[in-house]
């Protein structure tokens, strides 16, 4: 069965650096999403995108998030200059469209800044 | 704006029972969708189960099961025979149409030998 995958499955970074958090969606989604948990909170959202572009952001997602879909099966999420309160598990999630709603997550990386 | 409540922090069940966890949301859409999702300790997401608003029929998996009352925007999540393996932390989720999750707080579900 095909399923998210993402990469690093953890990333230790320091303060201040950039980091790259990559995520290959089902082959035929078209809806992307990624999502934070901060340990012991809940699941929330970051951002979509659809159609080579985003289509909602949260107000977590500033400045210092972009995202991108470079080629056919990548969908990346960088954090240019990262802070301590980034430290979560960052999830990525797809679903077809077309009326098949569910959203199907990647296993997280888990980002520690230190 | 949607919002999603779950109003138990902590639940415990023994094996082999039944146990029921409570979802309510609030939403002034008519068409969407209503989810369980189900987080071990890995911290992976897993999809439990799923429910289409426009469906009058409660969704069923196996042992899990809800129970929806749309009038009264209420999603609960029954898993019956529950097993060890069902400890994780669960979470009630609504979705408009390709639109974002808007999550709940989340239930801890510890299921004692």
């Known amino acids: 069965e095909p399923e998210v995958t993402q990469t690093p499955s953890h990333q230790v970074t320091q303060m201040g650096q950039e980091v790259i958090l990559r995520c290959v969606p089902i082959?035929?989604?078209?809806?992307f999403y990624w999502y934070r948990q901060i340990l012991g909170q809940k699941v929330e959202f970051l951002v979509s995108f659809y159609n080579n572009e985003i289509s909602e952001k949260s107000e977590i997602f500033d400045d210092q998030f972009s995202v991108e879909r470079p080629d056919g099966s990548n969908f990346t999420l960088k954090i240019r200059s990262t802070k301590l309160e980034d430290s979560a598990m960052y999830f990525c999630?797809?679903?077809?469209?077309?009326?098949?709603?569910?959203?199907?997550f990647g296993p997280g990386t888990r980002l520690t800044v230190l | 704006a949607q919002t999603v409540t779950q109003s138990q922090p902590e639940m415990s069940v023994q094996e082999a029972e039944t146990v029921t966890l409570s979802c309510t949301y609030d939403?002034?859409?008519?068409?969407?969708?209503l989810f369980w999702y189900k987080q071990p300790p890995s911290r992976q997401m897993i999809l439990v189960i799923r429910q289409e608003a426009y469906k009058q029929q409660n969704a069923t998996e196996n042992r899990f099961s809800v129970n929806f009352q749309k009038a009264a925007k209420s999603f609960s999540l029954k898993i019956s025979d529950s097993q060890l393996g069902d400890t994780a932390m669960y979470f009630c989720?609504?979705?408009?149409?390709?639109?974002?999750?808007?999550f709940g707080t989340g239930t801890r579900l510890q299921v004692f030998p």
């Open positions: 082959s035929n989604h078209l809806y």
């Open positions: 999630a797809s679903i077809p469209g077309g009326g098949t709603d569910t959203q199907y």
């Open positions: 939403t002034s859409e008519n068409n969407y969708y």
């Open positions: 989720a609504f979705m408009k149409y390709t639109d974002k999750l808007i």
